[in-house]
């Protein structure tokens, strides 16, 4: 059969042409469904959105909105991350988060934050791999799932400087 064709993974850009795939991969992950200012927000946050394609199949996305904190400071809430199933464990994830993370660094946001649910121990543990903490319990945050509770997660951004 002969040698081993490489497999890429590349992330693009959610636009109005492609807005039904994020949408698909959002019914594909999530028990939930999202409004159309989910939708709206995620068109907003520009580059901060992504969709993941591991060799040209969609298979993943990160959705962000972005929230003014102070006069000229961002934050960034990640409103959803996920891979499907059958390609976790093979980087997509990490490339989707170490997106979001390395574009903040170089823009004016100080911090990246999301809710996870208590028991998903599976997403504390990626979070903290990349230097998300704990920094709220929020009781009763979600409806019509078990538990019902949540974490808030951040990560405080340290600006990269331009070169002189």
Request: charge should be positive; proline fraction near 4%.
């Amino acid at each position: 059969m002969g040698g081993q064709r490489e497999v890429t993974t590349s992330l693009d850009a959610v636009r109005d042409k492609n807005l039904m795939q994020l949408k698909k991969m959002n019914t594909a992950l999530f028990p939930v469904r999202y409004n159309d200012k989910y939708y709206a927000d995620a068109l907003a946050s520009g580059e901060f959105t992504k969709l993941a394609y591991y060799s040209d199949i969609c298979v993943g996305s990160i959705a962000c909105r972005i929230e003014k904190k102070e006069a000229r400071v961002d934050r960034v809430y990640i409103m959803t991350l996920g891979v499907l199933a059958p390609y976790r464990g093979i980087g997509i994830g990490t490339k989707l988060l170490n997106h979001v993370i390395d574009l903040s660094s170089k823009t004016n946001v100080a911090e990246i934050y999301l809710h996870v649910q208590t028991n998903n121990d599976d997403a504390l543990n990626f979070y903290k791999k990349f230097g998300f903490e704990v920094t709220e319990t929020i009781e009763n945050y979600y409806m019509n799932i078990t538990p019902p509770d949540c974490y808030v997660l951040t990560k405080f951004i340290t600006q990269s400087q331009p070169p002189k």
